[in-house]
């Protein structure tokens, strides 16, 4: 059964700076795409980013030069680094496991982890 938990969510200031990561079990890892959706109350789930099992990444334009996605083979692990976080990313962070290596479509999913971005 695969199983996918996200942690490193919370509170922090619009500006600063967070660290999610996603720990995959049940699975073979590294060939398969993973990647990273948000919801924020009220919205649809949107993608952020993704990365390939060769670490191609595919970043929306809302976030780029800000977010890194990046993942560890080894540790079964992959991350999403998130710098000058802005009140309106406030959401819940969901990772997910793609069906494919090379081609990011969401199925599986964690149940995941809440940030907030305020004052």
């Known amino acids: 059964q695969v199983q996918l938990v996200e942690s490193g969510g919370g509170l922090v200031q619009p500006g600063g700076s967070l660290r999610l990561s996603c720990a995959a079990s049940?699975?073979?890892?590294?060939?398969?795409?993973m990647g990273w959706y948000r919801q924020a109350p009220g919205s649809q789930r949107e993608l952020v980013e993704s990365?390939?099992?060769?670490?191609?990444?595919d970043y929306k334009d809302f976030v780029k030069g800000r977010f890194t996605i990046s993942r560890d083979n080894a540790k079964k692990s992959f991350y999403l680094q998130m710098n000058s976080l802005k009140p309106d990313e406030t959401a819940v962070y969901y990772c997910?496991?793609?069906?494919?290596?090379?081609?990011?479509?969401?199925?599986?999913w964690g149940q995941g982890t809440q940030v907030t971005v305020s004052s």
């Open positions: 997910s496991r793609s069906a494919y290596a090379d081609v990011f479509i969401g199925h599986y």
């Open positions: 049940g699975t073979i890892f590294n060939i398969y795409a």
């Open positions: 990365i390939t099992s060769d670490n191609k990444t």
